[in-house]
C-alpha cells in the first residue's frame, strides 16, 4: 500500500509543480469552448438542439480527461529515457503495484484538470440541470480517467522512444475524441460512423457526463457505467501484463 | 556473495554475454572491466533483475534474482550508468521515495536519510530540487540513495563517468570507507584502470562476452609483463576501438538536449 501511495503522490507532486504544464493543457478545451461552443452555437439552436455550450460542456470535459490522461500515463516513456523508471524496476515492489501507483497518479491529475474545466465551463455560461446526478458524473470521470491512463500507460510499456508518439496521437487518440459523440449528437448519424462511436469507449464517458450533468442520454447511465468499467478493469489488466514485461 | 556460473545472454543472434563465471566473495571490491560494448552492463542488469539470463545460474547472497526478485532486490543498492532520479522533485523526496519503496520503517528512514545526506555533503541542499543540481551533487545523490536500505551488495555501473578528478576522488574515498566500516560487497565497472587498481581487491577483465582474465590487479600485470593497469588491460583486449551504435535513448537525449538548450 505504501508503495501505492509514494507512487501515487510522486506523480501529483510533478503535476502541481509544473505550472506551464497546467496551464498549457487548459488552452485546448478553452479553444473548443469558444470556437466551436460560441461558432456553432446559433446553428445548433436553429436546429432545435437548444443550447450548444450546454451539449458540449461534458464533451470538452471528457476530451480533458482523455488528453491528460493518455499523456500521464505516456510519461512513462520519459521515465524510461531519463532513468527514473530503472529506479522503481529494481526496487522490491511487485510490478503490478507500480503500475497501479502510477495509474491512480495518472488518473487523479486528470481529474484535477477535468475539475479545472468544469469551472471554465461553468464560467462560459454552462449550467448543471441534475445536482443529485452530480456524484454519478464524479465516477464516470474517474472511470475514464483510470481507462486511459491504462491505456496510455500499455502503450508507453510497448514504445522505448516518441517515434511512435506521433501515431498513437493521429490513429488513436485524435479519433478516439472526434468520433465520440463529445461535439454532436449520435442521432441520425450515417450508418458507420454510428457503429464507430459506438465502439468508441469515450463515447460512453460522454454519454454518462451529458445524462448525469444535464440529462440528455443516448445510450443511458447504466449501459455507460457498465461499458467503462468493464473496459477500465480490461485495459488495466493489459497495462500490467505488459507493464510487468518490460526488460530493460 | 556473488556466484556466476555459465551466464550467456543471447540478443537473437547476437551473443552479448558468452558463458561467464566469476565469484565475488563478501566484503569485497570487485571491479568488471572492458571496453564499450564487452557486456559490462548487461551483466549488472542480469545481477540485479533487470534482464533474464539466457542460460546459466546465478546467486546474490544464495538467491536466485531471476526467480525470487524481490527477496534479492531488497539484498543490493545500484548506481546506473545514466542518471534516474527525478528531476522534478527534490533530494529529500528523492531519499524518502526510495526508502518507501523498500520499506525502511519510517523512523530509520529518516535517521539514515539524514546521516546519508550529511555524508555525501548535500544535507544543506535537501529540498532543493534535482535539476538544479550538477554533475557531481546528483551522482553523490545516487550512491545515497543506493544505500539507503542498507545493501548488502552495492553495484555501481561507472560511477564517475562524467566527473572531474576532485570528485571521482571524494567518491572512491566514501566508497571503500563503506566497505571497510560496512562491509558492504562492491561490484563496480570503469573505465579508469587507475582507479580500479587503488579500489579494488581483485579484478576480471571482459571483452566480447567473455572473461578474458581475473585476480589482483598485481596478478593482471604479472601475467602481461605490463607495468600499469592501462598496459595489462590493452595487451588483454587489444587496442582496436569498439564503436557503439547510438540506441535510441541516445538519440532522445540529444533531442532533449536541444530543446533544453543545454541547460544543465
Request: hydrophobic share 45%.
Amino acid at each position: 500500500m505504501s508503495a501505492i501511495y509514494i507512487l501515487w503522490l510522486r506523480q501529483v507532486k510533478r503535476y502541481v509543480r509544473s505550472k506551464p504544464r497546467i496551464i498549457a493543457s487548459l488552452g485546448q478545451p478553452l479553444l473548443f469552448l469558444i470556437a466551436l461552443g460560441f461558432g456553432f452555437g446559433p446553428i445548433f439552436q436553429k436546429a432545435g438542439q437548444g443550447n450548444y455550450i450546454q451539449f458540449l460542456a461534458p464533451g470538452v470535459i471528457a476530451m480533458t480527461i482523455l488528453f491528460t490522461a493518455i499523456f500521464s500515463g505516456i510519461e512513462l516513456i520519459w521515465d524510461r529515457q531519463f532513468g527514473f523508471l530503472k529506479e522503481t524496476l529494481v526496487a522490491p515492489v511487485p510490478r503490478i503495484l507500480v503500475m497501479i501507483g502510477r495509474t491512480l497518479g495518472g488518473a487523479t491529475v486528470a481529474m484535477i484538470q477535468g475539475v479545472i474545466v468544469v469551472a471554465i465551463c461553468f464560467a462560459a455560461g454552462f449550467r448543471v440541470t441534475n445536482f443529485h446526478a452530480l456524484p454519478v458524473a464524479i465516477l464516470i470521470m474517474i472511470l475514464v480517467a483510470i481507462m486511459f491512463t491504462a491505456l496510455g500507460t500499455a502503450i508507453a510499456s510497448v514504445l522505448s522512444d516518441f517515434q511512435g508518439f506521433q501515431l498513437i496521437m493521429n490513429f488513436l487518440v485524435m479519433p478516439i475524441f472526434f468520433l465520440s459523440g463529445a461535439l454532436f449528437p449520435l442521432t441520425n448519424l450515417p450508418k458507420v460512423l454510428n457503429v464507430i462511436a459506438s465502439i468508441d469507449p469515450l463515447s460512453y464517458g460522454v454519454d454518462g457526463l451529458r445524462s448525469a450533468l444535464i440529462g440528455v442520454a443516448h445510450f443511458g447511465i447504466p449501459l455507460d457505467l457498465l461499458v467503462l468499467s468493464v473496459i477500465a478493469a480490461a485495459l488495466l489488466g493489459a497495462g500490467s501484463y505488459l507493464f510487468s514485461r518490460i526488460q530493460l | 556473495m556473488i556466484q556466476v556460473r555459465n551466464l550467456v545472454k543471447a540478443y537473437g543472434d547476437f551473443v552479448a554475454v558468452k558463458d561467464i563465471s566469476f565469484d565475488v566473495e563478501e566484503g569485497e571490491i570487485f571491479a568488471f572491466l572492458g571496453p564499450n560494448g564487452a557486456g559490462k552492463t548487461t551483466t549488472i542488469k542480469i545481477l540485479t533483475t533487470l534482464l533474464k539470463p539466457t542460460s546459466g545460474s546465478v546467486r546474490l547472497d544464495g538467491l536466485d534474482p531471476s526467480v525470487q526478485h524481490n527477496e534479492a532486490r531488497k539484498r543490493f543498492g545500484i548506481v546506473f550508468q545514466d542518471p534516474s532520479l527525478d528531476d522534478e522533485l527534490t533530494a529529500y523526496e528523492n531519499m524518502d521515495f526510495h526508502g518507501v519503496l523498500y520499506k525502511v520503517p519510517r523512523k530509520l528512514r529518516l535517521e539514515r536519510i539524514e546521516s546519508l545526506l550529511k555524508l555525501f555533503e548535500l544535507w544543506d541542499r535537501r529540498n532543493d530540487p534535482v535539476k538544479q543540481f550538477s554533475g557531481g551533487m546528483k551522482r553523490r545523490l545516487e550512491i545515497a540513495r543506493g544505500l539507503l536500505h542498507t545493501p548488502k551488495i552495492v553495484f555501481l555501473d561507472e560511477p564517475t563517468l562524467g566527473l572531474d578528478p576532485q570528485t571521482r576522488n571524494q567518491l572512491w574515498k566514501h566508497v571503500k570507507k563503506l566497505n571497510e566500516e560496512e562491509r558492504v560487497t562492491v561490484f563496480m565497472t570503469t573505465h579508469y584502470m587507475e582507479e580500479a587498481d587503488r579500489v579494488a581487491h581483485r579484478i576480471a577483465i571482459i571483452d566480447h562476452g567473455k572473461i578474458v582474465a581475473q585476480g589482483t590487479s598485481q596478478q593482471l600485470k604479472e601475467q602481461t609483463g605490463a607495468e600499469t593497469l592501462e598496459q595489462a588491460f590493452l595487451s588483454l583486449t587489444g587496442s582496436t576501438i569498439r564503436d557503439e551504435d547510438a540506441t535510441s535513448t541516445d538519440q532522445m537525449r540529444n533531442m532533449a538536449r536541444m530543446f533544453r538548450g543545454n541547460r544543465r
